[in-house]
C-alpha cells in the first residue's frame, strides 16, 4: 500500500446507532396505497446508478454487503439478523492510524436523482436517506455527514449534487440501500444498483466483480455470527473487507 496501511478495526466504527430505522418509507408515503413497491422477485434489480456517492480516489478498502465488521444491521422484512447488510468505506490512514488529510475532507454526494425522505442527527454527523426519482420504491442511506447545507425532508437533490463532507475521523463512510417490495423492505448491496460504467471504476480499483463484495445470505447462515444486541459477539470466518489497488 506504500504510504498508506490498511485501516484498523477502529473502535469507534463499532459503535451501535443511536437510531434504528425499520422499512424504506417516509412520513409522506410510509403506509397505503401511496408506498411505491418494486417486485425484485419479479423484475430483478435495476442497475440505474450512475455517479457514486464517495470520492473513489479516498478510499481504501470496502467492507462486504453482510459482513461481521460494525455492527448489526438488517433491519429488514426479509428475516436476516446479525450481518452487516450495508458497505463501510475505509480511508486510507497511516500505519499509526492517522489520517491525512483528514476524513472530514472527504466530499460526499447524492448518488441519485430524487427526494431527501429524512434527515436525522447521528453520533458523529447526521445521517440522509434519498428517495429515488427514477425508482422511488429505492431508498439510499448514507451515514455520518456533515451536511452543508442541512437539506429539509422533501427537499430534490440532483445526482452528483455535494451533501457535505464526511463528518468524522473517528468513524467509517457507510451507505445501506432499502427497496419497498410487495414482500416488505428489503437490504440490498449498493454495487447491485450500479451501472456497468460506474462498477468499471471499482474494476480499474482490482474489483473483478460484484460478488467480491456481496457475501450471499447462503454463505451468511451457513456462517452465522452471534450478536449482543447489535453489538457481534463473533465474527464467523468470511472475509470482512475488501482492499483496492
Given at each position: 500500500?506504500?504510504?498508506?496501511?490498511?485501516?484498523?478495526?477502529?473502535?469507534?466504527?463499532?459503535?451501535?446507532?443511536?437510531?434504528?430505522?425499520?422499512?424504506?418509507?417516509?412520513?409522506?408515503?410510509?403506509?397505503?396505497?401511496?408506498?411505491?413497491?418494486?417486485?425484485?422477485?419479479?423484475?430483478?434489480?435495476?442497475?440505474?446508478?450512475?455517479?457514486?456517492?464517495?470520492?473513489?480516489?479516498?478510499?481504501?478498502?470496502?467492507?462486504?454487503?453482510?459482513?461481521?465488521?460494525?455492527?448489526?444491521?438488517?433491519?429488514?422484512?426479509?428475516?436476516?439478523?446479525?450481518?452487516?447488510?450495508?458497505?463501510?468505506?475505509?480511508?486510507?490512514?497511516?500505519?499509526?492510524?492517522?489520517?491525512?488529510?483528514?476524513?472530514?475532507?472527504?466530499?460526499?454526494?447524492?448518488?441519485?436523482?430524487?427526494?431527501?425522505?429524512?434527515?436525522?442527527?447521528?453520533?458523529?454527523?447526521?445521517?440522509?436517506?434519498?428517495?429515488?426519482?427514477?425508482?422511488p420504491a429505492f431508498v439510499f442511506r448514507i451515514f455520518h455527514v456533515n451536511l452543508s447545507p442541512r437539506p429539509q425532508e422533501g427537499n430534490s437533490v440532483a445526482a452528483g449534487q455535494l451533501l457535505g463532507h464526511h463528518a468524522s475521523d473517528e468513524t467509517m463512510s457507510d451507505i445501506a440501500v432499502c427497496v419497498a417490495t410487495p414482500q416488505g423492505s428489503r437490504l440490498i448491496s449498493y454495487f447491485e444498483v450500479m451501472t456497468d460504467s460506474l462498477f468499471q471504476s471499482y474494476q480499474a480499483r482490482g474489483v473483478n466483480t460484484r460478488d467480491q463484495l456481496i457475501i450471499s445470505r447462503a454463505e451468511r447462515d451457513a456462517d452465522s455470527l452471534t450478536c449482543n444486541g447489535e453489538t457481534f459477539t463473533g465474527s464467523g470466518n468470511l472475509e470482512n473487507w475488501v482492499w483496492l489497488d
Open positions: 500500500m506504500n504510504r498508506y496501511s490498511r485501516p484498523k478495526c477502529l473502535m469507534v466504527s463499532v459503535l451501535v446507532a443511536a437510531v434504528v430505522l425499520v422499512g424504506c418509507g417516509d412520513k409522506s408515503t410510509s403506509s397505503g396505497n401511496n408506498n411505491p413497491q418494486w417486485d425484485i422477485e419479479a423484475d430483478g434489480i435495476p442497475k440505474f446508478v450512475t455517479t457514486d456517492y464517495v470520492d473513489l480516489a479516498s478510499i481504501n478498502g470496502i467492507s462486504r454487503f453482510r459482513s461481521a465488521y460494525g455492527h448489526d444491521y438488517s433491519h429488514d422484512d426479509y428475516l436476516e439478523h446479525c450481518r452487516s447488510m450495508k458497505h463501510y468505506f475505509a480511508p486510507p490512514s497511516d500505519v499509526m492510524g492517522h489520517h491525512y488529510p483528514s476524513w472530514t475532507t472527504i466530499p460526499i454526494s447524492s448518488p441519485i436523482s430524487g427526494t431527501v425522505s429524512r434527515v436525522f442527527d447521528e453520533w458523529a454527523g447526521t445521517q440522509v436517506w434519498i428517495r429515488s426519482q427514477e425508482y
